[in-house]
């Protein structure tokens, strides 16, 4: 039986940990900041919450990340009190948070110097999909590496998908999150203009569902977080804008035209600031209503 070591219990990592001890496969270290999150009682029995990250680099074959962002990331490894010095040659190191593909690159070759192996397998499919174990797992780096990750992964996600080199999985999440935000911010705009033209909201959500205008946010938010005024995805604003700003900052290192994109990317970052602080990112649909 292998150790893992899983960094990060918030509204993603905390099932997808839970997910990962349900099958008894492994033993696992479990960490985090919140110490609400390392009560024993949360856990079954062959896992071990812990406050000490030493004790998790020391016990640990592969270590997962599911942090807010890649300085987080790098803290953890080699900040501070970072666990890089007590790590084992030869552990494979996952970094599950969305982060920056350049960035991960980075943090790939200085773990490689310690000899620790990275891949990067940020996710998609929100709360509910972490906790049901059917998420998308978009995976960078070596194969050899991804091979070793994948009866690991297969515990949380439904697809994995192999994306290319170290960074990729990045790349196509930071990509994945802007075409999802600016889907849901079209929508926003065009429900504002159905409801002053005297259309009743759900009905419009309605019509685009069994039309062409359909996406993952109709279908998936609108009626249930977005018109019930629930507003609680567990994903919140400050993330996306963390993958939208990440996706402008690749497009102009690589020199593409992102002219669109940046208009949305620009909307979403007014939202953010005019909103308060910690909220979730479906709000951005009730912001827009009362702009109009
Ligand atoms: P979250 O804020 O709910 O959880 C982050 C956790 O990290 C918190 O429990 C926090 O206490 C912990 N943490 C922060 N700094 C730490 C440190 N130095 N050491 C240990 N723990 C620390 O965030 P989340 O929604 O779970 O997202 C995690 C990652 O997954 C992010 O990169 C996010 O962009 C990505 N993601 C989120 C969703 C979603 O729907 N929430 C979906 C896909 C991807």
């Given at each position: 039986?292998?150790?893992?070591?899983?960094?990060?219990?918030?509204?993603?990592?905390?099932?997808?940990?839970?997910?990962l001890?349900?099958?008894?496969?492994?033993?696992i270290?479990?960490?985090?900041?919140?110490?609400?999150?390392?009560?024993?009682?949360?856990?079954?029995?062959?896992?071990?919450?812990?406050?000490?990250?030493?004790?998790?680099?020391?016990?640990?074959d592969?270590?997962?990340?599911?942090?807010?962002?890649?300085?987080?990331?790098?803290?953890?490894?080699?900040?501070?009190?970072?666990?890089?010095?007590?790590?084992?040659?030869?552990?494979?190191?996952?970094d599950?948070?969305?982060?920056?593909?350049?960035?991960?690159?980075?943090?790939?070759?200085?773990?490689t110097?310690?000899?620790?192996?990275l891949?990067?397998?940020?996710?998609?499919?929100?709360?509910?999909?972490?906790?049901?174990?059917e998420?998308?797992?978009?995976?960078?780096?070596?194969?050899?590496?991804?091979?070793k990750?994948m009866p690991?992964?297969?515990?949380?996600?439904g697809?994995?998908?192999?994306?290319?080199?170290?960074?990729?999985?990045?790349a196509?999440?930071?990509?994945?999150n802007?075409?999802?935000?600016?889907?849901?911010?079209?929508?926003a705009?065009?429900?504002?203009?159905?409801?002053?033209?005297?259309?009743?909201?759900?009905t419009?959500?309605?019509?685009?569902n069994y039309?062409?205008?359909?996406?993952?946010?109709?279908?998936?938010?609108?009626?249930?977080?977005?018109?019930?005024?629930?507003?609680?995805?567990?994903?919140?604003?400050?993330?996306?804008n963390?993958?939208?700003?990440?996706?402008?900052n690749?497009?102009?290192?690589?020199?593409?035209?992102?002219?669109?994109?940046?208009?949305?990317?620009?909307?979403?970052?007014?939202?953010?600031n005019?909103?308060?602080?910690?909220?979730?990112?479906?709000?951005?649909?009730?912001?827009?209503?009362?702009?109009?």
């Amino acid at each position: 039986m292998s150790n893992i070591g899983f960094i990060g219990l918030g509204n993603m990592g905390f099932p997808m940990a839970q997910n990962l001890a349900k099958e008894k496969q492994h033993n696992i270290y479990v960490f985090d900041l919140n110490i609400e999150t390392l009560k024993k009682n949360l856990w079954p029995e062959n896992v071990v919450p812990t406050n000490d990250l030493s004790e998790l680099a020391t016990n640990s074959d592969t270590v997962i990340t599911c942090l807010p962002d890649i300085s987080i990331v790098q803290e953890v490894y080699y900040g501070n009190k970072g666990i890089l010095s007590n790590l084992k040659e030869g552990t494979l190191a996952i970094d599950m948070s969305s982060s920056d593909p350049h960035l991960t690159i980075e943090l790939g070759n200085t773990l490689t110097k310690m000899g620790v192996d990275l891949i990067d397998a940020p996710v998609s499919g929100g709360v509910k999909k972490a906790i049901s174990g059917e998420l998308a797992i978009l995976v960078g780096g070596d194969k050899p590496n991804v091979e070793k990750a994948m009866p690991t992964l297969t515990l949380m996600g439904g697809k994995i998908i192999h994306t290319g080199s170290l960074g990729s999985g990045q790349a196509c999440k930071c990509l994945n999150n802007l075409c999802s935000a600016t889907g849901l911010l079209v929508v926003a705009e065009a429900l504002s203009l159905a409801e002053k033209f005297g259309v009743m909201p759900d009905t419009f959500i309605d019509v685009l569902n069994y039309s062409s205008g359909k996406n993952n946010s109709t279908e998936n938010k609108f009626h249930q977080f977005i018109l019930s005024e629930k507003f609680n995805s567990g994903f919140r604003m400050d993330l996306m804008n963390k993958d939208i700003l990440t996706a402008l900052n690749l497009a102009n290192s690589l020199k593409v035209d992102f002219s669109l994109s940046k208009t949305s990317i620009d909307k979403w970052k007014r939202a953010e600031n005019e909103l308060e602080l910690g909220c979730d990112h479906t709000e951005i649909a009730g912001w827009q209503r009362k702009l109009s």
